[in-house]
């Protein structure tokens, strides 16, 4: 016999559990991963690791709480490891020219907030699917950033702005967790609290019907890529500060990292349905399978290998 709950009654406690397991079954392997490199790995739990962990994570989830907005309204961006690279390029290039870092910074956030405008303009009003329109902008910034010095890095030498994006601390955590913490806090506000965070959801969920509803689904999703874009450019500022230059090809295959990583975390690659917390989750569940496999000794080709096989088996299992 079926074990049906009665109105006002609480179902079963092994049915709630396996809802809560069937529903979030990327964390659950998260936690099997996790617990395997803690027996396998010497040293692996500690609070040493949990800092690196995070710090190398932090470029991957600032970018994946931008991708959850565009993915989250049905569209993808695979232009954001060019964008950062490209990003990365114009701050070196502004810092060397004396311009003050705070100055720089906005403008390139400003930068990639037109950039996503672009990309967004070209999806909603010329109706090019958005693989599209990011691949042929991935190709312009790529090319775009190398051209710029013919290939050549641009050092930073203001030792500010790699203190405040990349070197520095605040109450003890490293600046890139702080930007890691901003980015999230931003974005969650967006997403779960406010009008424009409903509209998306709604956008992702079902376009027409979002249409009839009154909401103007071309402008939210163009916000989207607004949004997705500015992340970059913030992860391509991160990323000069940490190496001390601009570099062409520093944001190299990030986008695949990213889209792992929000897809993990349990947003819906067909829209209408993803998290913030989840998206970052993701990106610190990537981190920990390259850091364990880096420590338990096996070579870079391998971990590229395994890496691989336990993203696409997340994934598989997570489909919505």
């Known amino acids: 016999m079926t074990d049906i709950a009665l109105p006002g009654t609480r179902p079963p406690l092994g049915r709630t559990i396996g809802r809560f397991l069937a529903d979030h079954v990327t964390f659950v392997i998260f936690g099997f991963v996790t617990l395997f490199f803690i027996v396998m790995a010497p040293n692996f739990a500690s609070a040493a690791t949990a800092g690196a962990i995070l710090r190398i994570t932090a470029i991957v989830s600032v970018i994946a709480v931008g991708m959850t907005f565009v993915i989250v309204s049905g569209e993808i961006d695979l232009s954001v490891g060019s964008v950062a690279s490209f990003s990365g390029m114009i701050v070196a290039m502004l810092v060397q020219a004396n311009w003050p870092s705070w100055a720089a910074a906005l403008l390139v956030l400003l930068m990639g907030a037109v950039i996503g405008a672009i990309n967004g303009l070209l999806v909603t ?50 600046m890139p967790i702080w930007w890691t913490v901003i980015t999230v806090l931003v974005g969650g506000f967006l997403l779960h609290f406010s009008l424009f965070g409903r509209r998306i ?120």
């Open 125 to 174: 009003r010329l109706r090019i699917p958005s693989f599209l329109v990011t691949l042929g902008m991935l190709s312009v910034f790529s090319g775009g950033a190398m051209t710029l010095t013919d290939t050549m890095p641009v050092p930073i030498v203001d030792d500010a702005f790699g203190t405040t994006f990349w070197n520095g601390q605040v109450a003890g955590l490293p």
């Open 201 to 320: 959801f709604a956008c992702g969920g079902n376009a027409v019907a979002a249409q009839f509803t009154g909401i103007n689904v071309g402008r939210i999703k163009i916000i989207g890529f607004m949004l997705c874009s500015m992340s970059a450019a913030l992860a391509g500022m991160m990323l000069a500060a940490r190496s001390g230059a601009g570099n062409p090809n520093m944001g190299v295959g990030l986008e695949l990292d990213v889209i792992a990583a929000v897809i993990i975390g349990g947003t819906s690659l067909f829209g209408g349905y993803g998290t913030i917390l989840g998206s970052v989750v993701g990106a610190i569940f990537i981190g920990i399978i390259g850091f364990g496999l880096l420590v338990m000794g096996f070579s870079t080709t391998i971990q590229e290998i395994i890496k691989g096989a336990i993203i696409i088996l997340a994934v598989s299992v997570n489909r919505r």
